[in-house]
């Protein structure tokens, strides 16, 4: 059974910044690709950022040059640092883990199968 448990997140203004870990457990080995993803009320679930098991690291342009994707593979956390934080960053973010690649990470929801429990991210303008 693998768990992801997120930690973080919060209210904070625009401009501002907040950090969002992950922590996975459970039996879990080999190569894999981590990810961030957020869903705000009535959109669907899109790709934040990904990591893969070189550090290589993917972002959607909405956010490149504001938040940085980083995982600590002793501790197996993977931190997602948001800075200059925009109103329509608003919205739930979840982290999730992808076994079946190992480099070459999908931005895609539905690649995902172990995900974690969503944490609120609310800024306001």
């Known amino acids: 059974q693998v768990q992801l448990v997120e930690t973080g997140g919060g209210s904070v203004q625009a401009g501002g910044s907040l950090r969002l870990s992950c922590v996975v457990s459970?039996?879990?080995?080999?190569?894999?690709?981590m990810g961030w993803f957020r869903q705000a009320p009535g959109k669907e679930r899109e790709g934040v950022a990904t990591i893969g098991s070189t550090s290589n690291t993917v972002y959607a342009d909405s956010v490149k040059g504001r938040f940085t994707i980083s995982k600590d593979n002793a501790k197996n956390t993977l931190t997602l640092q948001m800075n200059s934080l925009k109103h329509e960053d608003t919205a739930m973010y979840y982290c999730?883990?992808?076994?079946?690649?190992?480099?070459?990470?999908?931005?895609?929801?539905?690649?995902?199968?172990?995900w974690g429990q969503g944490n609120q991210v609310t800024v306001s303008s």
């Open positions: 999730a883990v992808d076994l079946f690649r190992p480099v070459t990470c999908t931005m895609v929801a539905a690649g995902y199968i172990y």
């Open positions: 459970g039996y879990i080995s080999g190569r894999y690709c």
